[in-house]
């Protein structure tokens, strides 16, 4: 028997392949996974669907109106807010349902709980629960409610930089950061004052928001950004000394 060979992908192809086999995944093929999808929201704006992420408003947030919801298995605590996902449905396994050779790019934003009825978010489901546009461009609306998909990781690819919007109230900084490129997804964060001399670790908050408790008003305000490809970022100067809380900050940098 010859040597187990892994064929050449990125990083953070690597850790989503990894993550997902031991996450409950039962089939992989050609690098697209199973799993299974509805729509939620019919009733709201498809731009308020930013939940556990805590994305305000997915428009403004940069992702516009094609956002998920997932499942325990793929959300991950949180980690999963902002990452890019191309969905297809499974047309051999539902013609019924199913829009033949359609496929939609989606942005994590919320998060789809567990119920005590065997539901389809439970683990170890992997379960996308979409926003109803961007339902609509892989399946037919109807009564079946539930249609089987493939999915794979794909890149994000944002117009303009990421952006910072700052909350909290004195020492306590919370930064929700959003619009940002490439794996799409922040593994660590830091946030850096005009007069102090290090970079200071922020801690994940919840969703896509990232907190520190040391009080930086009046000055201005660089953070650096590690994505879960390892790829990293400084964002020098991109808040100035006269912010505000509630304020968003759009830099000039982006991942790719």
Request: charged share 15%; proline share 5%.
């Amino acid at each position: 028997m010859g040597p187990f060979i892994i064929p050449f992908v990125k990083v953070w192809q690597l850790f989503f392949i990894v993550g997902t086999i031991f996450g409950g995944v039962n089939a992989q093929v050609n690098g697209w996974f199973n799993a299974h999808a509805t729509f939620y929201g019919a009733d709201q704006s498809p731009f308020s669907l930013g939940g556990a992420c805590g994305y305000d408003n997915t428009l403004h947030a940069g992702f516009g109106a094609n956002t998920a919801a997932l499942s325990g298995a793929l959300f991950r605590d949180g980690e999963a807010c902002g990452a890019c996902y191309q969905l297809r449905c499974d047309y051999r396994a539902d013609p019924k349902w199913c829009l033949r050779r359609a496929s939609v790019t989606i942005t994590a934003t919320n998060f789809c709980p567990s119920n005590n009825n065997g539901g389809w978010c439970n683990p170890p489901h992997h379960h996308f629960d979409m926003s109803l546009p961007a339902f609509l461009r892989i399946a037919r609306h109807g009564d079946e409610g539930i249609v089987p998909v493939l999915y794979r990781r794909v890149p994000c690819k944002r117009r303009g930089g990421v952006r910072f919007t700052l909350k909290g109230q004195s020492s306590f900084n919370m930064v929700m950061i959003t619009n940002v490129g490439g794996s799409g997804n922040v593994k660590a964060a830091w946030i850096r004052g005009s007069r102090t001399r290090t970079w200071l670790p922020m801690n994940r908050n919840w969703g896509a928001n990232w907190q520190s408790s040391i009080d930086l008003r009046n000055q201005r305000l660089s953070f650096k950004l590690t994505l879960v490809d390892g790829k990293t970022l400084e964002f020098l100067n991109v808040v100035p000394s006269t912010w505000k809380f509630g304020q968003t900050f759009a830099s000039t940098r982006q991942f790719f």
